[in-house]
Structure formats: C-alpha cells, structure tokens
C-alpha cells in the first residue's frame, strides 16, 4: 500500500501486532456490549451501572489501544468530614468556614499517571490531596473584584482537570460570600472608604442587623459624610427604638450640623435609657451652648462633671460657657483646673489667657504666655499675644519686640503687621509703622483701616499725593464716612488744589462733620473765589442745624456786610442765646438797632451790654448816641463821659462832649 512506503521492517511488524491486538480488543468489546444490551431487556434497572461502567471499559481500552485523550468521569472531593462526587455540570459552593481535598480523579487513566486537578485560587499548579481553607478563595474573590453579586450566591473559581497538558474538564466553584466576610474585611481594612464598602455589602445582605448599620453609621460619620451617619443610626432604631449607641450616635451627628435642638431631644431620650452616661449629659451641655443658653449648658455641664470628675474636656466646656455667660471669675477656675489635669491643653491656656488680658490682669497673661513658649517656642501667635499683653502695661519696647518675633515667625499674617505699626505708631516712629502698614495692605488690600492709617502717617509725612490716593481708595468702600473727606479735602488743600479740597469738605459736612476748622476754611476758599452765595449759604447752613460761635460770627459778619440788619440782628439772637452775659454782643446789637433808628432798642441793648461790662467802650458811646437822638442830653453827656474817661484818645467822646454840653445851655436858655 502507498501510505507505508518507506517504513523499515520493523516498524511494519509493530504496526502489525498493534493492528491485531486492536482487533481482538474490538472483538472482545463487541461480545462484552452484546451481553449488556441483551441483559438490558431483561432487567433495566440493574443493567445502566453496568451500561456506564461498560462505557467507562469501552474509553479506557480505546485510551489503552489508541492513546488518545482520556475522558474524565468525576472527582471525590471531602469538605468539612464529608464527601461529594463532582461530575461535569456540577457545581462545588465554598464558604469562608470550609476546609476540603481532592481525594480521587476519575479518568480513563487507570494508574492516573499525568492527571492532575488545579483548583483555582490556591497559587498551585497541581492541588490533589492538597487541604484547601474556603477563607483563601473568599479572600482571593473579593480582591480580584469577582465577589460583586456574591449576595446572589458567589461566583468565579474553578476545578480544572488536566490530563498532562491537556484540558479535560472544568467544575465551577462557587464561593459564597457571606456577611461576616465583609464584616471581617471592614475590620481588617485602615481605609475607611473601603472598610464602608465592604459595611454597605453587609448591611445589604442582613438588612435587619442592627450591629452593621451602628458600625456603618460610625465610619461615615468618621468620613464627614454625617447625613449618611444620620441615616444609618436612625434604621437602628426603626429596629430597635431603644438603642443607647445609636441615640448617642445621632447626638455626636446633630452636633456637628448644628441641629442643637435635636441633638438635645436625642440625648435625653439616651439618657433615659442610660441614666448615668456623663457623656451625654456633657453633648447636651454643649447643645445648649449651641443654643446659646449658658444657663441650661453650665447646669449640664456640672451634671456631667459629677459622673466625669476632672474631666478635662467637660471643665473646658464649663470654661466657656461660664465665660460667655459673663463669669470670667468661674471661667478662670475651669481653665486652671483643666490646666491642671493637662498641662499642655493649649485651648484651655489660650482661652485663660485671653480672658487674662480682658480682666486687666496683663502679668497673668504674661506669665502664661511664658509657659506656653516653653512648649512651642516658634509659636507665632503666642508672641503676638505676648506683645499685645506687654501693649496693654505700658512697655512698648517689649511690645514691638515680641511683634517682631512673631513677624519673623508668621511673615504672611497682616494681623500681626497691623499690630507691629500701631505699636510703631504709638512710638511717633512713622517711617517704621508705615512700612509695616504696607506690608499688611499688601498682604490683605481690603485692609481699609490700615489704608486709612498708612494714609494719616503719610500726611504727617507731607506726602501729600500718596496720602490723597490712599484716602480715595478708602472712600471708595466708605463713602459716607465724614473725616475720609476731612482728611482727603486737607490733603488737597497742602497740595494746593482748593477746588478738589472744597468738594471734599462739602462731603464731610454733608455727611456730619463739625469740626469748625473745615467750616473755617470752606468759607475761606468760597471768600477767595468771591462766591459770596456759597459762602452764605455754608454758614446759614450750620446756623440752622446745630449753632455754634464761630459759624454765627461768620454769618453776622455777611449779614453786616450786605446791610442785611434784621437777619444780622436774628444772629445776635441767637449768639446771646449762647453766650447770655457776653457784653460785645449787646453792644454789637445796639449798634444794629442804632442802624435800623430803633433808638429804644438801641438804648436797651447799650444798658444790658454796660449790665455784663460796664467798662465797654463803645456801649457807653453808642448810648450816648442814642441818649442824643431821643433828647435825652445830661443821659448823652453822661455816657460820652464815661466813654472819655474810658478811652481819653477817643476823638468822637471829646468832641460830643463840649457840644453836648452848649446843647444844655442854649436848652436851658
């Protein structure tokens, strides 16, 4: 035949004993199935173990002659004491709490020579008779990411039998993930994301477990996620109504939202259930501080010290609230007390410490501050302190030192500049609080009151421009505020500009200011332009809303001016109203009247001015004057007299007197 050519001898006589052995194989197979199905006819039942174990011969003598791949019938596997045969379409569930072993695989191979059984998970190529724990698998699925619908029943591994490097057979494992595995993994985790992944699987799985969502609402109130938390300890009391870890749970969560009145209502219903839980009594103290009811907060608070003694945090608590209730003697005893007991509890010796400095007790404080540097001795903040404390004595070298510290210490904080160029400030050391009023606006640019600081010094330094660019940027976010638009319209004045000056003093008045000096030069800047309406109106202005001496003065002189004698007169009125016993102005009114030749008004204002001042001058000569034109002649040379014998140089009193006195004579004749 063709397809041998080539062969040697020897391989032909090989072929050929093969060849008849397989025949008698086949032969004997052929008698043996006969037998079967003759037998089958006669008792069914019985025959079909033997029809699969003649099926089983038939394989492995076919394996055995032709050396092909062997078929796989089973494997006999032992979990916890008891045994399981697995066929093809078998599935094989695995828990955390099982151990098992592949005792036998059944295959063709009678000797099993090159079968082996890898079960996937393991980390081995070959696991017969090896002791496998279900916990490796459960762990293995869940890292793999393969336990996701584990809730379901468990997915993912595998028995894989291989005869030599051929795949014979596969059997699914079905590893069931259960509740207490994720429970297990929350524990084991650091990572609190992933320790409530694992919480949330469980929680799903045994929804009516009250102890998964207590721990579920504890992580997430860990994560800042409180509505989560919230949530979860309100399903533990739909569960159980009662449960003392939940109420306090959803305490610690209204706490943190500032839901102060629930957190309150949580509590007391806690502590109905656990009367002598301090820490309730000190979450509810704190609610009420929440509240702002010192009252009930430090009646809370001392509840909870008597169950707490020396409790730090409740004496601290204590501190502050007895502090806002406006008992800063109370509130020093709780910060002392919880120094005491912590030493370096730095709330409770900043809050001392402040209270310190608001009580006047600044060697206290300074004491204090002393202590808390030896704890942290590049502390920026304490030494800003240190330096407000030293302010507050009086000793301004300590003072700007201890600023400088903490300067060099916290050199981006514009506080603590700010405060640095007061002290300067204080000092009349200008140049050095300026730069430091720099840096704080350039640090903060909406610092507005170190703007209108670095403004004045600029002033003061005659830097005019700057000190103008400074004031309008100040207005600009305060521009009702009267003494920007003083010191802007004086800014303007040293810089020459009257007409901005004036539209700023105008501001100011407009907005309050009172200060007579801006008045003062308002009117003289309205003076030099010759705008005598402005003028007038600035001063009537001020006269109609709060009087005062110069702007009346001022008035009466433009009143005078423009012969205007009732408005004038009106003035006087009003400036005696002030100032009652001042003779000048009932001479000045006299005088007036004299004008207006309202003689008996004339003579009226010349005896109250001589009343106040009976050395006036020109009182006694107007009187004369008005003595004359009434007829009165020995009154008129009475008082030009005495107006003579006041001022003999007076040329109008030596000329009235001779004449009045030949008016007499002829009168007489």
Same mark, same amino acid.
């Given at each position: 035949?063709e397809?041998?050519?080539?062969?040697?001898?020897r391989?032909?006589?090989?072929n050929?004993?093969i060849?008849?052995?397989?025949?008698?194989a086949l032969?004997?197979?052929?008698?043996?199935?006969?037998?079967?199905?003759?037998?089958?006819?006669?008792l069914?039942?019985?025959?079909?173990a033997?029809?699969a174990?003649l099926v089983?011969?038939?394989n492995?003598?076919?394996?055995?002659?032709?050396?092909g791949?062997?078929?796989?019938?089973?494997?006999v596997? $032992?979990k916890?004491g008891?045994e399981?045969?697995?066929?093809?379409?078998?599935a094989? %569930?695995?828990?955390?709490?099982d151990?098992?072993?592949?005792?036998?695989?059944?295959?063709? !191979?009678?000797?099993?020579?090159g079968?082996?059984v890898d079960?996937?998970?393991?980390?081995?190529?070959?696991?017969f008779?090896?002791? !496998?724990k279900?916990?490796?698998?459960v762990d293995?699925?869940?890292?793999?990411?393969k336990g996701?619908?584990?809730?379901?029943g468990?997915?993912g591994?595998?028995?894989?039998v291989?005869?030599?490097?051929s795949l014979l057979?596969?059997?699914?494992?079905?590893? !069931?993930?259960?509740?207490?595995?994720?429970l297990?993994y929350?524990?084991?985790?650091?990572?609190?994301?992933?320790?409530?992944?694992y919480?949330?699987?469980?929680?799903?799985?045994t #929804?009516?477990?009250?102890n998964v969502?207590?721990m579920?609402?504890s992580?997430y109130?860990?994560?800042?996620?409180?509505a989560?938390?919230?949530?979860?300890?309100k399903e533990?009391l739909r569960?159980?109504?009662?449960?003392? #870890?939940?109420?306090?749970?959803l305490? @610690?969560? +209204?706490?943190?939202?500032?839901?102060?009145?629930?957190a309150?209502?949580m509590?007391?219903?806690?502590?109905?259930?656990?009367?002598?839980?301090?820490q309730?009594?000190?979450?509810i103290?704190?609610a009420?501080?929440?509240?702002?009811n010192?009252?009930?907060?430090i009646?809370?608070g001392?509840?909870?010290?008597?169950l707490l003694?020396?409790?730090?945090? !409740?004496?601290?608590?204590?501190g502050?609230?007895y502090?806002?209730?406006g008992?800063?003697?109370m509130?020093?005893k709780q910060?002392?007390?919880v120094?005491?007991k912590?030493?370096?509890?730095?709330p409770?010796?900043?809050?001392?410490?402040?209270?310190?400095?608001?009580?006047? %007790? +600044?060697?206290?404080?300074?004491?204090?501050?002393?202590?808390?540097?030896?704890?942290?001795?590049?502390?920026?903040?304490?030494?800003a302190n240190?330096?407000?404390?030293?302010?507050?004595r009086?000793?301004?070298?300590e003072?700007?030192?201890n600023?400088?510290?903490?300067?060099?210490?916290?050199p981006?904080?514009?506080?603590i500049?700010f405060?640095?160029?007061?002290?300067?400030?204080?000092e009349?050391?200008?140049?050095e609080?300026?730069?430091?009023?720099?840096?704080a606006?350039?640090?903060?640019?909406?610092?507005?009151?170190?703007?209108?600081?670095?403004?004045d010094i600029?002033f003061i330094?005659?830097?005019y @421009?700057e000190?103008?660019?400074?004031?309008?940027k100040?207005?600009?976010?305060?521009?009702?505020?009267?003494?920007?638009y003083?010191r802007?319209? +004086?800014?303007y004045?040293?810089?020459? @500009?009257?007409?901005?000056?004036?539209?700023?003093?105008?501001?100011?008045?407009r907005?309050g200011e009172?200060?007579? @000096?801006?008045?003062?030069?308002?009117?003289?800047?309205y003076?030099?332009?010759?705008?005598?309406?402005?003028e007038?109106a600035l001063y009537?202005k001020?006269?109609?809303?709060k009087p005062?001496? $110069?702007?009346?003065?001022?008035?009466l002189?433009?009143?005078?001016?423009?012969k205007?004698?009732?408005?004038a007169?009106g003035?006087?009125?009003?400036?005696i109203?002030?100032?009652?016993?001042?003779?000048s102005?009932?001479?000045?009114?006299?005088?007036l009247?004299?004008?207006k030749?309202?003689t008996?008004?004339q003579?009226?204002?010349c005896l109250?001015?001589?009343?106040?001042?009976?050395e %006036?001058?020109?009182?006694?000569?107007?009187l004369?004057?008005?003595?004359?034109k009434k007829?009165l002649?020995p009154e008129?040379?009475?008082?030009?007299?005495?107006?003579?014998?006041?001022?003999?140089?007076?040329q109008?009193?030596?000329?009235?007197?001779?004449?009045i006195k030949i008016m007499?004579?002829?009168?007489?004749?």
């Open positions: 035949m397809y041998e050519s080539g062969r040697t001898p391989e032909k006589r090989k050929l004993r060849g008849r052995t397989g025949f008698f032969l004997v197979l052929l008698l043996v199935v006969s037998s079967v199905l003759a037998a089958g006819y006669l069914p039942e019985k025959t079909r033997a029809a174990a089983r011969i038939k492995t003598i076919a394996f055995f002659v032709f050396s791949t062997p078929h796989f019938y089973s494997l596997v $032992e916890n008891n399981y045969i697995l066929n093809a379409g078998d094989f %569930d695995v828990s955390y709490r151990e098992f072993i592949v005792k036998k695989i059944e295959t063709d !191979v009678l000797a099993g020579e079968v082996s079960i996937e998970g393991t980390g081995s190529r070959n696991d008779g090896k002791l !496998v279900g916990v490796e698998l293995k699925t869940v890292l793999e990411g996701e619908g584990a809730e379901k468990g997915r591994l595998n028995f894989r291989f005869y030599r490097d057979a596969t059997i699914p494992i079905r590893v !069931v993930v259960m509740p207490q595995d994720w297990r929350a524990r084991e985790s650091k990572n609190l994301k992933i320790q409530i992944d919480l949330r699987r469980a929680a799903k799985m #929804p009516e477990d009250t969502h207590r579920l609402g992580l109130f860990k994560s800042g996620l409180t989560e938390a919230i949530g979860q300890y533990v569960l159980k109504p009662d449960d003392s #870890p939940a109420l306090s749970g305490v @610690q969560c +209204f706490l943190k939202t500032g839901a102060y009145d629930e309150i209502r509590g007391q219903r806690s502590l109905a259930v656990n009367p002598g839980n301090g309730l009594l000190a979450d103290a704190r009420w501080s929440g509240l702002g010192w009252g009930k907060a009646s809370a001392e509840a909870a010290l008597k003694p020396g409790n730090p945090d !409740v004496l601290y608590m204590l502050e609230a502090e806002k209730s008992n800063p003697g509130a020093v910060y002392r007390l120094l005491e912590a030493p370096h509890a730095e409770a010796a900043v809050s001392l410490s402040g209270i310190l400095l608001k009580t006047g %007790d +600044f060697d206290g404080a300074i004491k204090l501050y002393g202590e808390m540097l030896k704890r942290k001795p590049r502390e920026a903040a304490i030494y240190l330096g407000f404390a030293w302010g507050a009086g000793n301004r070298r003072e700007i030192a600023y400088r510290r903490a300067v060099a210490l916290k981006g904080d514009p506080v500049h405060n640095l160029a007061v002290a300067y400030e204080k009349k050391k200008f140049a609080a300026g730069a430091e009023y720099k840096e606006l350039k640090l903060n640019p909406n610092d507005y009151e170190a703007a209108g600081r670095l403004a600029r330094e005659k830097k @421009q000190a103008a660019v400074l004031y309008e100040i207005i600009r976010k305060n521009p009702r505020k009267a003494a920007l003083t802007l319209g +004086f800014s004045a040293a810089l020459k @500009q009257s007409g901005r000056a004036a539209e700023n003093w105008e501001k100011a008045i907005y009172t200060d007579p @000096q801006v008045r003062a030069n308002l009117g003289k800047i003076a030099q332009e010759g705008n005598i309406r402005k007038k009537e001020m006269a109609s809303q005062a001496g $110069e702007d009346l003065t001022k008035l002189e433009i009143y005078s001016r423009e205007d004698y009732d408005k007169l003035v006087y009125r009003k400036l109203k002030l100032s009652p016993r001042k003779a102005l009932y001479s000045g009114a006299a005088y009247y004299g004008l030749g309202d008996d008004k003579i009226k204002y109250l001015s001589l009343k106040y001042d009976p %006036d001058y020109d009182a006694h000569l107007n004369g004057a008005a003595y004359e007829g002649l008129a040379l009475n008082s030009y007299t005495a107006a003579y014998r006041l001022n003999p140089e007076s109008i009193a030596a000329k009235n007197i001779p004449r007499i004579m002829r009168q007489k004749q």
